[in-house]
């Protein structure tokens, strides 16, 4: 179910006058919430400092299985403090069960080990990647158009065996399909041929939210270039495991697995 943004403004008085905090979002299982604070202003979740850029923009997100609450507390540059305390919303998720895939790829040969390691720890690298700046701040929109075939969060069952949940959001579209910038931000792996998701780039859209880009057939961009929202990256494909063509968009905050449908209007809006 697509998860709507809402906005929350919190008023601040300092010295008779108003600080203002802006929230975006929603605590909820695999969502993100967007602050802007005043200059200057510093930002913890749970004590651990969060990234803020130089005017103010900030992002928090949270895990698909997360429960809980989590402190927000952010201080202003006079030294202001406003505290929340932001109660985790469980979701339900759907179960997707995927069939005639290859036995290989869904039980990998011993021999295949260390190749599905090396590739995890390059888009964990990838995914390393801190920048201050909010690249994100004009929005995301689709990065390809085409029929929605998997959900985040949902439990797959593959080939009757029960596996982990799927984090992305897949696109269906005929191989070949443009695949589109979503949001600004700096290009941190590309790769043409990875075990499980095949043709795969990773995007940094700041403050440790990317987007990854699965079962690629051609891949338009080099790692180390920027782009903006809209441009074109790569091609739609179906490589890696996949049972057919399509897109599979992933996003994280830091090692957090996060939505992406909650981000982009309803595809029957486009």
């Known amino acids: 179910m697509l998860m709507r943004l809402l ?4 008023l601040v008085f300092i010295n008779g006058a108003a600080w203002a905090i802006e929230l975006t979002g929603a605590a909820i299982q695999g969502g993100l919430i967007f602050g802007q604070a005043g200059p200057d202003s ?14 103010g923009h900030f992002v928090i997100g949270f895990g698909r299985d997360e429960t809980g609450s989590r402190e927000l507390r952010v201080t202003s540059g006079d030294g202001e403090v406003d505290l ?8 339900e998720y759907a179960i997707e069960r995927v069939d005639g895939l290859p036995p290989t790829t869904v039980t990998p040969a ?5 190749r599905i390691k090396q590739d995890a720890r390059m888009v964990a690298t990838a995914r390393q990647h801190r920048d201050k700046q909010a690249y994100y701040t004009n929005g995301f929109a689709w990065p390809a158009k085409g029929r929605i075939s998997g959900v985040y969060g949902s439990q ?3 080939n009757g065996e029960p596996r ?3 984090y992305g959001l897949d696109i269906a579209a005929p191989e070949g399909t443009d695949v589109y910038a979503p949001a600004d931000g700096l290009i941190t792996m590309t790769h043409p041929d990875m075990y499980f998701s095949g043709g795969t780039i990773v995007l ?24 903006k929202q809209g441009d074109l990256i790569a091609r739609i494909g ?18 957090r697995r996060v939505n992406p449908q909650a981000l982009v209007a309803p595809i029957n809006e486009l």
């Open 110 to 114: 011993p021999e295949a080990a260390s």
């Open 84 to 91: 929340k305390r932001l109660l985790v919303q469980a979701r």
């Open 42 to 55: 510093h930002v913890l979740l749970d004590g651990v400092p969060i990234a803020i850029s130089n005017n």
């Open 156 to 158: 797959r069952v593959l």
């Open 7 to 10: 906005l929350t403004s919190v």
């Open 238 to 255: 179906a490589t890696g495991r996949a049972s057919g063509p399509h897109l599979d968009w992933r996003m994280n905050w830091l090692n």
């Open 164 to 166: 982990r949940p799927h």
């Open 204 to 227: 940094d859209h700041g403050q440790g939210l990317s987007s990854t880009f699965l079962h690629l057939s051609k891949i338009l961009v080099e790692a180390g270039s920027f782009v």
